[in-house]
């Protein structure tokens, strides 16, 4: 049996590495790029290459919906600059035309006025679906949809996040991120808006991934290839500095294991950009046996030892580690310590959570 991720991605190809293969539109092929959220980018190769056919409607459909999220995108930038509420966009916008299951908005303002700046948004047509500690839901009400509890879609839903946190513990500092900030012009709006530099998503990127989820999804793959292209050896140097000084190298690690094991399998080599990261990475090894023996799947589990020693690994940093003393004091409730347990241990709960909808 063909292995979809090793056969999706020798159709596709990376900006690192030309396509292995001709693109076949496939309906198996384009629901496993679907649930690895690169859906729109491998019917975007059948497309240039004239061999869409069957799947032009879910082109259209996916096209649409691109271009509602970035509308529903800049609408949010203007509301928050109008207010002088200090933000970034991560997790959303990536290199490559992609459709997110809603779009992730970092707050980076004083945490004495979160609360403040999602009362504000909610002045502004905002409508707040699910508030926590840590993050504010709002759908858009301005948009032309109905709210769903399922984020059917996606592309009005906005996380509006206090902090990157696992629960209470924050893997990210803002008090950093709020100075790697940089405008990103978005298709079709004469405005920028903010988004992070490329070294600081991937960062953002590996560590959502193994600690948020336990799952790495080819869409990360392929964020990491298209900002690996545009990087020179300098920046992917100091992408690795980066990774260190926030604590974050057994996640990047583990998403190097994995995509080095993918392009072997996919390409039959590794490129000089990827191979010079992970020559300051290293392999993670048991993560490497993890990978080959679910036969290259993706989405990718990792182990639950590699959650642990990425989440101990944070605990280097300082507001890690007061997250870490705040998480430890809601679990004497003991209702709350059976469902962290739960998400930390359960495959089952780490699919669920990470579908693209």
């Avoid at 209470?168 to 008090?175: A, I």
């Avoid at 808006?193 to 793959?221: A, T």
């Avoid at 182990?303 to 280097?316: A, E, H, M, Q």
């Amino acid at each position: 049996m063909i292995n979809k991720s090793i056969q999706l991605m020798k159709q596709i190809g990376t900006p690192l590495s030309d396509p292995a293969e001709a693109a076949v539109e496939n309906k198996e092929l384009y629901t496993f790029a679907f649930k690895n959220n690169i859906e729109l980018l491998y019917l975007s190769k059948l497309k240039e290459m004239g061999k869409l056919n069957e799947l032009e409607d879910e082109y259209n459909m996916l096209k649409r919906r691109e271009h509602d999220t970035l509308k529903t995108i800049n609408r949010l930038a203007t509301v928050l600059d109008k207010h002088n509420i200090e933000h970034a966009f991560t997790k959303t916008l990536r290199p490559y035309s992609g459709t997110p299951n809603d779009i992730d908005c970092l707050y980076l303002g004083s945490l004495d006025d979160y609360e403040k700046a999602g009362d504000i948004m909610q002045t502004e047509d905002y409508r707040l679906t699910a508030p926590n500690d840590m993050q504010y839901e709002f759908f858009d009400e301005l948009a032309d949809d109905e709210f769903s509890e399922l984020k059917s879609g996606g592309r009005f839903y906005i996380d509006f996040y206090r902090e990157l946190a696992a629960d209470h513990m924050p893997y990210m500092d803002s008090g950093i991120l709020i100075n790697q900030r940089i405008d990103a012009a978005i298709e079709g709006y004469d405005e920028p808006v903010k988004v992070f530099k490329k070294e600081h998503e991937m960062i953002i990127l590996s560590l959502h991934s193994i600690v948020m989820h336990r799952i790495i999804p080819l869409e990360v793959i392929y964020t990491y290839s298209y900002y690996l292209a545009e990087m020179n050896d300098d920046e992917i140097i100091s992408l690795w500095n980066e990774t260190k000084a926030n604590h974050a190298e057994i996640a990047m690690r583990t998403v190097l294991t994995t995509m080095n094991i993918l392009y072997s399998e996919a390409f039959n080599s590794i490129p000089d950009k990827l191979q010079l990261l992970l020559s300051l990475s290293g392999i993670h090894k048991s993560e490497a046996k993890n990978f080959v023996n679910s036969d290259h799947h993706m989405p990718h589990i990792v182990n639950l030892s590699t959650f642990v020693t990425s989440v101990f690994g944070l605990l280097r940093g300082k507001r890690s580690r007061q997250g870490f003393i705040k998480e430890l004091f809601h679990m004497l409730n003991p209702v709350f310590a059976v469902e962290v347990i739960y998400h930390m241990i359960s495959k089952k709960y780490a699919i669920k959570h990470s579908e693209h909808v």
